[in-house]
T-cell receptor
Framework: EDQVTQSPEALRLQEGESSSLNCSYT??????LFWYRQDPGKGPEFLFT???AGEEKEKERLKATLTKKESFLHITAPKPEDSATYLC???????????FGPGTSLSVIP | NAGVTQTPKFQVLKTGQSMTLQCAQD?????MYWYRQDPGMGLRLIYY???????DKGEVPNGYNVSRLNKREFSLRLESAAPSQTSVYFC???????????FGPGTRLTVT
């Protein structure tokens, strides 16, 4: 059965304290891996798409990486405005089938 | 561009009542999707429409119907609401050839 898991479930960081979020997946016919950011009461906001193992994408303090079984979202020197829930999602070869993980809730304390 | 818009933002229904959630996008996207999001679970696909005139079931279609009214609009109907349908509903869309989906702000539905 296709599955996407994320760890930790919740993470509290001091401002400036770098860390990584993990996304593990067991998905047949994987085509790509998405990362989204979701603020409370809002819809998910697209961050990155990764298509192949070894690929990396960066945006401001965020860097996403992909291996054959997992993806990491590295947050460097986070700021309070980085507080949000981060979702990863696996794209299957049908392109319309996306399997979302439950998310990691990140809190960055000033 | 407004992007993906959803109405209403909040709704409370009694068990057995019906309602339609509306979604529209102004990005000329081909595919549109309805998801539900429940605490501790990932977004789950209810129905999707790969193009105007087509709809397909997703992971959790029972109790729902959809209509792709035109290229811009995709509605989700609950014919007889049940407490298990209490959730936050998101509409999303994407353009052909680009795989990331863009989401609306959501509708928070409570069924009592």
């Amino acid at each position: 059965e296709d599955q996407v898991t994320q760890s930790p479930e919740a993470l509290r960081l001091q401002e400036g304290e770098s860390s990584s979020l993990n996304c593990s997946y067991t998905v047949s016919g994987l085509r790509g891996l998405f990362w989204y950011r979701q603020d409370p009461g809002k819809g998910p906001e697209f961050l990155f798409t990764l298509y192949s193992a070894g690929e990396e994408k960066e945006k401001e303090r965020l860097k996403a990486t992909l291996t054959k079984k997992e993806s990491f979202l590295h947050i460097t020197a986070p700021k309070p405005e980085d507080s949000a829930t981060y979702l990863c999602a696996a794209l299957k070869t049908s392109y319309d089938k996306v399997i979302f993980g439950p998310g990691t809730s990140l809190s960055v304390i000033p | 561009n407004a992007g993906v818009t959803q109405t209403p933002k909040f709704q409370v229904l009694k068990t057995g009542q019906s309602m339609t959630l509306q979604c529209a996008q102004d990005m000329n996207h081909n595919s549109m999707y309805w998801y539900r999001q429940d605490p501790g679970m990932g977004l789950r696909l209810i129905y999707y429409s790969a193009s105007e005139g087509t709809t397909d079931k997703g992971e959790v279609p029972n109790g729902y119907n959809v209509s792709r009214l035109n290229k811009r609009e995709f509605s989700l109907r609950l014919e007889s609401a049940a407490p298990s349908q209490t959730s936050v509903y998101f509409c999303a869309s994407r353009i052909q050839g680009v795989y990331e989906q863009y989401f609306g702000p959501g509708t928070r539905l409570t069924v009592t």
